[in-house]
């Protein structure tokens, strides 16, 4: 297998991260290698403590009604804006923030939702610079710097994004969703080997998702140990899933072994948003 990454280029899916994530939701779904893919990866924050079930669509039906009874309160347009991103409609949940924006300037909390609304929809220098008002350099949020970092890392812009993991890694140590963030820009700038070292310390903390591990897999199958990456990917898994992980690996990995000259779609995993 060759190791050679193709140009690096980022694409957004129509998949948020595991609980989206960028809403995969389920046990099963969290397991699969299905948002191994270019995802922005916002992964939808978990809607308001009150809402009264885990369905998405219903999340959305009730708070949108608080949020049309009062389209200037700033906490209905927040939970209406959570629940639309939690429930893959995130165009019209940047429409909505947007709009809570303009009627309530200076809000934070509302700043930093819309800004990954416009990550997910691949409005990256935008969320950047949205991202970039939800805090402030002398009370940074580390949450929002992993988000920037993302934000950086789909224009291409790799150090920089790396400058901010670091900063927030000095404020959230060994935070497992920075850390698979690292690895990856390293993974799209093809230093595969210290795109591993960042994975596999992900991987080690007791806090690391599904994702981390798919990562990790992909990272190490790209640099030719097919057979580790099978097992990292199978770990702990029912026999179904395992399999279908392995089918999936397979085909992102067989897609950097496209014949010359065909198009190749870089295997992108999926970068976190964190909340």
């Known amino acids: 297998m060759r190791q050679r990454i193709s140009p690096a280029r ?7 991260i595991a609980a989206v994530a960028m809403g995969l939701g389920g046990c099963t779904a969290m397991s699969k290698l299905s948002d191994v893919t270019g995802s922005v990866g916002p992964r939808a924050e978990s809607a308001p403590a009150d809402r ?13 009604q608080r949020y049309r009874a009062n389209p200037r309160d700033a906490d209905a347009a927040l939970a209406y804006g959570q ?10 949940a940047a429409a909505v923030l947007e709009q809570a924006t303009i009627a309530n300037p200076g809000n934070k909390a509302l700043l930093a939702q819309y800004g990954r609304a416009l990550a997910d929809n691949g409005n990256f220098q935008q969320a950047y610079d949205v991202l970039s008002k939800a805090h402030s350099p002398d009370n940074p949020d580390w949450r929002l710097l992993s988000v920037q970092g993302t934000a950086l890392d789909q224009m291409g812009r790799h150090e920089e994004a790396r400058s901010y ?7 959230a140590p060994g935070d497992p969703g920075v850390l698979s963030n690292l690895g990856l820009s390293y993974m799209l700038s093809r230093e595969l080997p210290k795109a591993e070292e960042a994975l596999r310390q992900a991987y080690a903390s007791p806090r690391a998702s599904a ?13 030719g140990r097919f057979a580790e990456a099978e097992t990292i990917v199978k770990a702990d898994l029912p026999p179904d899933q395992a399999a279908a992980n392995v ?9 950097n072994d496209a014949p010359h000259g065909a198009p190749k779609r870089t295997p992108v995993a999926s970068l976190s948003q964190p909340d």
């Open 83 to 92: 629940a639309l991103r939690a429930n893959g409609q995130r165009a019209q």
């Open 52 to 64: 009264a079930s885990t369905d998405p669509a219903r999340a959305v039906d009730t708070y949108g």
């Open 10 to 16: 980022l694409l957004a899916s129509t998949s948020l």
């Open 211 to 223: 994702r981390v591990r798919q990562n990790l897999a992909l990272v190490v199958g790209l640099q």
């Open 247 to 255: 089918a999936y690996l397979k085909d992102m990995l067989s897609r």
């Open 165 to 171: 993991y670091a900063s927030a890694l000095k404020i």
